[in-house]
């Protein structure tokens, strides 16, 4: 049980259970060995955005391990380097898909969903660029983590980003159509399977002019219901399925059609005073407790357009400065 031995000494950690907080066991928290600091290469044509971190903040978690000699890992025209969870990066386009408060709090509530052990095995439905693993392959430091997306442009740009934090040996994306069984052949192996899929139909919304973004809002090849399906293929009993999503009906009778059962949801609310905005919710296979918990809606910022304490707090649960 090495994974996310850190975890628990986050500046602002909330002892709220979860897959690190159900563990007992006190260990040691994480020290990262020395390491060189991959230099932006001077042929570099695109941005490295700066971090923007208050004085005296210390980035948690385990570093980086770039490899040196590889430009190819650094933004070119038309990309960004962001920074994403501690020191860790996340290629994205200037002019394309960006990851977003969805891919952050659909990881975070995955890493805080009780089950019986840590994930060993990760997967992230749709991965888009990759956010949602990253974040959870940083949370959790000994799990093996693997994405499926159907967009050859975001699946390079998560390779690479998987790359340049140095975790190749444990993360990986396939490119792939999630609802084709090759993509996810290994059976039902995953201890936490997580997807944020386009919430809107072809026809009912505005398409898109954003490279990445038709996939990525419209369900070109399946929505809720599908993801739902092969989670339940591919989750292992005892295991936890976590989504987001717009509409709460929709998704709990699609989750309930592939025989997953609802352990917990909660609404985000982006300003104080605003509807919810989507949903996070927690599956697990159908036949247990059949308790749910509802949690208090997530506020991002008050009416003042500050982050609320709550936001505060899930930032430092993920590495990032309040």
């Excluded at 709220?16 to 066991?25: C, E, L, M, S």
């Excluded at 005296?56 to 025209?77: E, V």
């Excluded at 990309?79 to 952050?104: F, K, M």
């Excluded at 936490?192 to 809002?217: D, E, F, K, S």
Aim: net charge positive.
């Amino acid at each position: 049980m090495a994974s996310a031995s850190w975890i628990a000494d986050l500046p602002g950690r909330r002892k709220t259970g979860g897959f690190a907080g159900d563990v007992r066991q006190r260990l040691t928290p994480f020290v990262p060995a020395p390491y060189v600091w991959a230099m932006e290469p001077a042929t570099c044509s695109g941005f490295v955005r700066p971090a923007r971190r208050p004085a005296g903040w210390i980035a948690p978690g385990p570093a980086p391990r770039t490899p040196p000699n590889r430009p190819d890992l650094w933004p070119g025209a038309h990309e960004e380097l962001c920074h994403l969870a501690g020191d860790w990066r996340l290629l994205q386009r200037v002019d394309g898909h960006r990851w977003s408060l969805d891919d952050l709090v659909t990881a975070w509530f995955a890493a805080d969903q009780p089950c019986d052990r840590a994930p060993q095995r990760i997967l992230d439905l749709g991965c888009g660029i990759g956010a949602v693993l990253l974040l959870l392959a940083w949370r959790f430091p000994a799990a093996h983590c693997a994405g499926v997306e159907a967009q050859a442009l975001s699946v390079a740009l998560a390779r690479r980003s998987i790359a340049w934090n140095g975790v190749e040996h444990r993360c990986d994306v396939r490119l792939g159509d999630l609802r084709d069984q090759t993509s996810g052949p290994e059976g039902r192996v995953y201890d936490l399977i997580t997807g944020t899929p386009p919430y809107l139909a072809p026809g009912t919304a505005t398409v898109p002019i954003r490279r990445q973004q038709v996939g990525c809002h419209l369900e070109q090849r399946g929505g809720i219901e599908a993801y739902c399906t092969v989670a339940a293929r591919l989750l292992r009993p005892g295991g936890r399925f976590v989504v987001c999503h717009s509409a709460p009906a929709r998704t709990v009778s699609a989750a309930a059609g592939a025989g997953l059962a609802i352990t917990a949801r909660r609404a985000v609310i982006p300003r104080d005073g605003k509807p919810p905005l989507f949903w996070v919710f927690a599956f697990a296979r159908a036949g247990g407790s059949g308790e749910t918990t509802d949690h208090a809606p997530l506020v991002v910022r008050d009416r003042s357009g500050q982050r609320t304490p709550a936001f505060r707090a899930l930032r430092a649960d993920m590495g990032m400065p309040p």
